[in-house]
């Protein structure tokens, strides 16, 4: 297609639209603290924008805070590698067997589908109120998203691109290089990003579960001290870390799949 | 109402003479139409003079991207001309009005999660035609093309050359003073556009209707047309209007007739010469 | 949760003898697993508190179906899941068919949105408690607000994205602006609002679970982690039971009722 219609002052639409966001979030904050200022609502329950200002401002000196980040990250990390490793052998050994994926995936894909949460007893079972728990409890969630992530990644490889190279007479480390490795990594793509996603969360829930430390733990002492404004201030730190790495990970795959588009 | 229409004159001034009754319904004066593009506007229709009389049948011809369906859109309301008007009965044609002017699309265009049957029905539905009544009419028309078996079933389970018959009939439950088709038949091969024109023939051309076709087909333009208008490229304007005199409804035989033969030849030299001398657009 | 793939379907053309390979490869799996846990729970001397043996397992669960105590723990569940899915997936819809009228809206919202559903939820459920309670409001609200924004983000993402063709129909058959957005847009746009919906029925029910078992005074989740808690392992086992074979159903109903819509 040579000519496109042009979406008529399509930057200037933009910058309007995120204005008139900014002006959204501002307007609720400037309610909130109306609403606080003029007695509507109790300030020990909902907090005021000004004083979860302040409890951000002071985690940046508060020690508790940041070595519940530093455990959390960690924790997080461990748990992301494991059931990372995990998925991707089980995903790729279902993947490359017709057998084995038709038997094994419909059961998987339930497993993947029901609350995980109401394995989490088991967890705090077998491993204790430890930090164990929420890393074997991280580890058996990210699994089943990379697991079933990398199965797709290699089915797409099989539909679309294996019978082309046969046909190209492609040698069998060419059709790897050239055709199942770039093919499937859409897939691989997905199980990463769809493992780390679940691999913060379930972390979180396990810590707020079982008081085993953490920013999950942290926000469940924080809301039952009615300490409103230091646990609305980490969903706030916690909110905008999610948000950032999203938006960093969708750059960094835009640029890593035009790199592929490229080869 | 299958009389020769009385012919126009080729490239009719929007003349005073025959814009009373009795001559012109449909007057497309000075017609034309500009995107704007990525890269600036782009006149896609540069300026269509037509005078159509109340029942003719006109096709149109001319090269991929000579603004053929623009021009199409443009008359019956969808996409306001840039510059010109189109009259119908001395009123403006402003916007669509399904009565007035019914399309038949180049893509079919039926709504996927609508059965046959509803999608047959649209026009009506949004005309605020009962249910009932409108399920009756749009099963009526479809026996008329013989798809009763397939009301029920979804676009994406008929066969290009169903999807065609219904997107015929949904336009003609509308029962509109004019039919605007685009490549009707475009996308079916040889043998089954020869035998849905057929079939389609009869529906369309007896009904007293403007009959607008936009065609690639050479053999198509001549058999059907009153007139046959064949427009250039970049930008697309008319460049000839050729009358066929001979009256319709016309036999098969009106193939061998010597004036069939020589419209035809005469129109495979203007687009041969198109071909050679005009340079389509890159695309 | 757009991580579930579909398997390979075309089953039928396998034949008997394949559909009973995979059977008895998953029977092979269930074995090894009932093995495992017979031989811990039995010879490997693990406590009955910490594994039940199956034989306990199943008899708890023989006598906590015939138990008034779990039907009603069961039905609580079920009603706070169906009206925070009501509420939430009405106001998604409405929110976004609002927002999806309007370019301008739609780029001012969908971020917005986006964000809503990036955000590990878990952690805004203390919140709730601190707001709501500890009664049902606090999960109907918490899983309402779940199935929210996936299926508010779906939607306006669906009207985003019709076919211009599918408008052009419309507008050439006299579609006034409200048949256009209930008859055009909206049909065009029902594949992305479904999935959106199936999504926020997922949701839901992992969230009024998950807010269960955090903190409740009744419903299945919350006896699922009592059982847990009070060492009552066995129980604890069945009622994971009866949760699975509960979110299965939920599915399944979920899935026929959606599957009545075209697309
Ligand atoms: N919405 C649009 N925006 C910008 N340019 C357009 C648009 N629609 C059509 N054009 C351009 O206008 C020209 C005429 O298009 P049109 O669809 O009317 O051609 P056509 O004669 O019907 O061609 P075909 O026989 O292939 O259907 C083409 O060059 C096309 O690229
Ligand atoms: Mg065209």
């Known amino acids: 297609m040579k000519r496109r219609i042009v979406m008529r002052a399509s930057s200037p639409l933009r910058t309007r639209a995120a204005l008139i966001r900014c002006v959204v979030v501002v307007a609720a904050l400037i309610v909130w603290a109306g609403a606080v200022r003029l007695g509507f609502v109790d300030p020990v329950f909902v907090s005021s924008p000004g004083d979860v200002g302040r409890a951000l401002a002071g985690f940046t000196r508060d020690a508790e805070v940041l070595s519940a980040l530093v455990v959390t990250v960690r924790t997080i990390l461990i748990a992301f590698v494991i059931g990372t490793v995990a998925g991707l052998v089980v995903g790729t050994v279902l993947g490359l067997s017709r057998t084995l994926k038709d038997a094994y995936m419909p059961p998987i894909l339930f497993l993947l589908s029901t609350p995980k949460s109401m394995f989490l007893p088991l967890f705090v079972l077998s491993f204790g109120i430890t930090t164990q728990t929420a890393i074997a409890f991280g580890a058996f969630t990210v699994f089943f998203y990379v697991c079933v992530n990398i199965v797709g990644g290699v089915e797409l490889v099989e539909a679309h691109h294996l019978r082309l190279a046969r046909a190209f007479g492609a040698s069998r480390l060419s059709t790897f290089r050239h055709v199942v490795f770039p093919a499937s990594l859409p897939g691989f793509f997905a199980a990463l990003w769809h493992g780390m996603t679940h691999a913060v969360s379930s972390i979180l829930l396990a810590q707020l579960f079982v008081a085993i430390g953490g920013l999950g733990t942290l926000i469940s002492v924080y809301s039952t001290s009615l300490q409103t404004d230091k646990a609305l201030a980490l969903t706030v730190v916690i909110s905008v870390i999610a948000v950032a790495l999203a938006a960093l990970w969708s750059i960094t795959e835009r640029r890593l799949t035009s790199w592929r588009a490229n080869q | 109402m299958n009389g020769k229409a009385q012919s126009t004159a080729y490239k009719a001034e929007p003349s005073a003479q025959n814009s009373e009754q009795g001559g012109a319904a449909l007057t497309i004066k000075g017609v034309g139409v500009d995107y704007s593009t990525a890269e600036g506007t782009f006149t896609a229709v540069e300026r269509v003079d037509l005078d159509i009389a109340a029942g003719e049948f006109v096709s149109i011809i001319g090269p991929s991207g000579c603004g053929k369906s623009t021009l199409l859109h443009s008359i019956g309301g969808l996409i306001p001309p840039t510059r010109g008007e189109v009259e119908f009965r001395g009123e403006v044609i402003g916007e669509p009005h399904p009565d007035r002017a019914a399309f038949v699309f180049q893509d079919y265009s039926l709504l996927p999660w609508k059965t046959t049957l509803d999608n047959v029905a649209l026009g009506l539905q949004f005309k605020g035609v009962s249910k009932g009544e409108r399920r009756a009419r749009a099963r009526d028309l479809l026996r008329t093309v013989r798809l009763e078996a397939f009301a029920n079933s979804y676009p994406a389970e008929l066969s290009g050359g169903m999807q065609q018959r219904a997107a015929v009939v949904r336009a003609l439950a509308m029962d509109p003073d004019i039919l605007l088709l685009d490549e009707p038949f475009g996308a079916l091969d040889e043998h089954s556009r020869r035998q849905l024109g057929v079939e389609m023939a009869e529906l369309l051309t007896t009904t007293g209707k403007i009959l607008i076709l936009i065609t690639h087909s050479l053999d198509e333009a001549v058999f059907w047309g009153d007139r046959v208008v064949v427009m250039g490229a970049s930008p697309g304007h008319v460049k000839e209007v050729m009358e066929i005199s001979a009256p319709r409804p016309r036999a098969v035989d009106f193939m061998l007739t010597d004036e069939f033969v020589d419209a035809r030849r005469h129109l495979l030299e203007l687009s041969r010469h198109d071909l050679d001398g005009e340079p389509e657009p890159a695309e | ?263």
């Open chain 3, 1 to 263: 949760m757009s991580a579930i793939a579909r398997t390979a379907g075309a089953k039928g053309s396998a034949g008997f003898q394949y559909g009973l390979k995979l059977w008895a490869l998953r029977a092979l799996l269930v074995a090894i697993i009932a093995g495992a846990w017979s031989y811990a729970a039995g010879p490997g001397g693990v406590a009955d508190i910490l594994l039940p043996s199956i034989p306990q397992v199943a008899a708890e669960l023989g006598s906590l179906v015939k138990d008034p105590v779990i039907w009603r723990a069961a039905g609580l569940t079920l009603g706070e899941m169906a009206i925070a899915f009501v509420l939430g997936a009405s106001l998604g819809i409405v929110v976004g068919l609002w927002a999806g009228r309007r370019n301008l809206r739609a780029r001012v919202t969908d971020p917005l949105l986006a964000w809503g559903y990036i955000v590990p939820s878990v952690v805004f459920y203390p919140l709730f408690l601190l707001w709501f309670g500890l009664g049902s409001s606090s999960k109907v609200l918490y899983a309402a607000v779940g199935a929210f924004f996936p299926i508010a983000f779906n939607t306006i993402r669906g009207l985003k994205s019709v076919d211009p063709k599918f408008v052009r129909l419309g507008k050439a058959f006299g579609a006034s602006k409200r048949q256009l957005d209930v008859s055009i847009k909206l049909g065009a746009a029902m594949p992305m609002v479904l999935s959106g919906v199936r999504i926020g029925v997922a949701l839901t029910t992992i969230a009024v679970i998950l807010g269960e078992m955090l903190a409740a005074s009744a419903g299945l989740g919350f006896e699922l982690a009592k059982s847990f808690n009070v060492l009552q392992t066995a129980r604890g086992f069945a009622v994971m039971v009866i949760l699975m074979v509960l979110v299965g159903l939920v599915q399944l109903v979920a899935n026929r009722a959606l599957s009545h819509f075209r697309h």
